[in-house]
């Protein structure tokens, strides 16, 4: 039999679960599904999965939606549009419809992948690699694959290094000092620490290895399963864990980063996450390099002109300190501290932003004062608005959370139009 000299990740093929709301960032997830939120002021939350994906050598992609996804599927149709099925590679969207007996929802993380086994059989792949599609991190998963294929492993689990009194907060692993996973525990009160550093815990990433044969028939045997949730996390890793042979990755191991920086990856889930993990990019160095060239993060490019910034008068100058501004932006006499700024953002005489996020197409009329903000998109900042200096204030109109960050929407500001 001739030997298979392709890469693993020519045999490879990526499923990307991108089916939940992410109710915790609120009113952000109103129109769109989490993976399709604005990040870094040109990208979504998804083109980190694709990417890492399509970087490191996978062009064989699966995409799962489910809730609103309109907004998902159209930025993929338009930034992920390159590949070319003559070469065998593809991007397909798997929305959640009716294909087996009635049933039209998917009913777990594991439903998802057995609701489609037929488009995947036809993909003639080795091996499945399962993607949470939003969290923002850069990962090679050449190096989890041949992990996986090397150890010989049922299931591969990729893990994340946290501190022992986070750890809670996650499904974390119990490893023996080889890597086999002994146990998982969905957040513990006490989580275990790690063989060579008890004050460690490894915590799943929710990225999962398998053969495809091995996961088909897990799955066929799952989905009749009257007591399973079919869920990869509830159901069947705990199941490999106690019965085969699972296997954690480090995540430290994969990471594509300088050397010496450290391991960057973020649940952007909450409004507070999410304003933060954007404000950091605005650092000296931040920890997640955009500008590897090496490692690009793709997206859907608009064509917008360069930014602008005009006027440069006392109180009316039109500048930006410590900031992102992305193309298409026109800052007229405002002063930006410490923001970011996606495209076709408009701001107006008189008006200062400080440690602000604004989503694209925002319009900012003159004299508004904006501190420690999230601006949905398309919203229009009315003269003189003052958000970030009275909390109590804030929060008779705005979303205000426990850590004093102020969400905008236009409906937010309708109401407060009305009621004034």
């Known amino acids: 039999m001739t030997q298979d000299t392709r ?28 993976p399709s939120v604005y990040f870094g002021g040109k990208l979504r939350i998804i083109d980190f ?30 930034g992920w549009n390159f ?113 060579d550093d008890p004050k460690k815990t490894l915590a799943s990433m929710g990225i999962y290895v398998f053969s495809w044969p091995f996961l088909r028939d897990l799955l066929m045997a799952d989905k009749d399963d009257p007591n399973s949730e079919h869920d ?21 191991d994969s990471c594509v980063r300088h050397p010496g920086a450290p391991a960057y990856w973020r649940d952007v889930g909450t409004v507070d996450a999410f304003w933060q993990a954007n404000i950091d990019l605005t650092d000296f160095t931040p920890e997640l390099d955009l500008w590897d060239a090496t490692w690009p993060i793709w997206t859907y490019s608009e064509s917008n002109p360069p930014a602008k910034f005009i006027h440069d008068e006392r109180d009316r100058r039109g500048v930006a300190i410590s900031s992102m501004v992305t193309g298409g932006c026109i800052v007229s006499g405002t002063e930006v501290r410490n923001s970011l700024l996606f495209t076709n ?48 204030e804030d929060a008779k109109w705005f979303r205000v959370t426990d850590k004093g960050v102020t969400l905008i929407t236009q409906p937010m500001l309708d109401a407060r139009a009305d009621a004034l």
């Open 7 to 34: 890469r693993l990740t020519q045999r490879s093929m990526a499923f990307v679960l991108a089916g939940g709301r992410g109710s915790r960032l609120k009113e952000l997830t109103d129109r769109r599904v989490k």
């Open 232 to 252: 990869f996390g509830n159901d069947l890793i705990p199941d490999l864990v106690a019965k085969g042979k699972a296997i954690a990755h480090r995540f430290d």
């Open 49 to 78: 999965a694709l990417s890492n994906a399509l970087n490191s050598g996978i062009r064989k992609m699966a995409l799962a939606t489910q809730y609103k996804a309109h907004s998902l599927i159209r930025h993929c149709q338009r």
């Open 83 to 195: 590949f070319r099925a003559e070469r065998n590679e593809f991007l397909d969207i798997l929305p959640a419809s009716q294909r087996m007996g009635g049933q039209d929802w998917y009913r777990g993380t594991a439903d998802a992948v057995t609701q489609n086994i037929d488009i995947i059989d036809s993909y003639d792949i080795d091996y499945i690699v399962i993607l949470a599609g939003d969290h923002i991190y850069k990962m090679d998963y050449e190096v989890m694959l041949r992990e996986h294929v090397d150890r010989a492993a049922d299931v591969t689990v990729g893990c994340l290094t946290v501190p022992r009194e986070e750890a809670s907060a996650f499904g974390v692993m119990d490893t023996n000092d080889k890597g086999v996973i002994t146990s998982f525990l969905e957040k513990p009160a006490d989580p275990p620490g790690m063989p």
């Open 345 to 392: 953002v408009h701001t107006n005489s008189y008006s200062v932003l400080d440690h602000a996020v604004v989503l694209p197409s925002v319009y900012i009329a003159r004299s508004a004062r904006l501190r420690r903000v999230v601006i949905d998109r398309g919203v229009e900042i009315p003269e003189g608005l003052v958000v970030g200096e009275d909390p109590a």
